[in-house]
């Protein structure tokens, strides 16, 4: 079987995007990173990915180029996209022609903590803030909203009395690398079909499989 053809978008430093070259770079892989894209031209994920000899892209910074993302998206034959730390709203056209196929990661217990402006070390405060024991990392189908397509898997992280947004930022990061990568390999070891994943995504017991989520995609 032809490995899953993956396109990660990532807008930042790209440790995830890391996290995923890593766990494919064996030829034998079930999936390969065949295409990083990027709205920000000095992102470290760019770099990350030409150090690995993997396809680049830049796109407008504002994301909204719905045509050319699908262009590229098409001339790398993916078949799955992962939103790894990329920052901008993927224009509707462009979820709706991967529906289902599509994954973004997100680093606290959706849905709190999650929706316009929520990102970096802006919700690692608000969970602390909160007074809240526990965060982690969801990672999520992306629908037309930010944060809020169905639940795909959660992985818990505590949170500790001593902690800083910086320190606990690293520690559910540390848990988004192992989380990411798995869901990925289930997602290609299903031909990039979401529900026989769900199916599949009993490879990994720390993390919490979302019981509705094949519901969510009857839909699709
Ligand atoms: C991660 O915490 C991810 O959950 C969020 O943005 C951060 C990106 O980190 N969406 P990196 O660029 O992968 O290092």
Not at 100 to 113: E, I, T
Not at 203 to 214: E, G, V
Request: proline share 7%; with cysteine; net charge positive.
């Amino acid at each position: 079987m032809l490995p899953l053809q993956v396109a990660v978008l990532a807008s930042g430093h790209g440790s995830n995007l890391q996290a995923l070259l890593d766990a494919f770079a064996a030829p034998a892989a079930p999936a390969r990173i065949a295409l990083v894209v990027s709205n920000q031209a000095a992102a470290g994920a760019l770099e990350r990915a030409q150090r690995a000899r993997v396809p680049t892209a830049t796109i407008a910074a504002d994301g909204q180029d719905a045509d050319g993302l699908l262009a590229l998206l098409a001339r790398h034959d993916v078949g799955l996209v992962v939103l790894a730390g990329y920052l901008k709203k993927v224009p509707e056209r462009v979820v709706a022609a991967y529906r289902g196929r599509m994954l973004n990661v997100h680093p606290a217990l959706l849905p709190s903590f999650g929706g316009p402006g929520m990102y970096g070390r802006r919700v690692h405060e608000a969970v602390l803030a909160s007074g809240a024991r526990v965060s982690g990392v969801t990672v999520h189908l992306v629908d037309e909203q930010y944060d809020h397509g169905p639940i795909v898997a959660q992985w818990p992280v505590p949170v500790r009395p001593a902690d800083t947004a910086a320190t606990l930022a690293a520690r559910v990061l540390e848990a988004e690398h192992r989380l990411l990568p798995a869901l990925v390999a289930a997602f290609a070891r299903c031909g990039g079909e979401p529900r026989r994943a769900l199916a599949a995504a009993a490879f990994a017991p720390a993390a919490t499989i979302q019981p509705d989520f094949a519901d969510a995609l009857t839909s699709r």
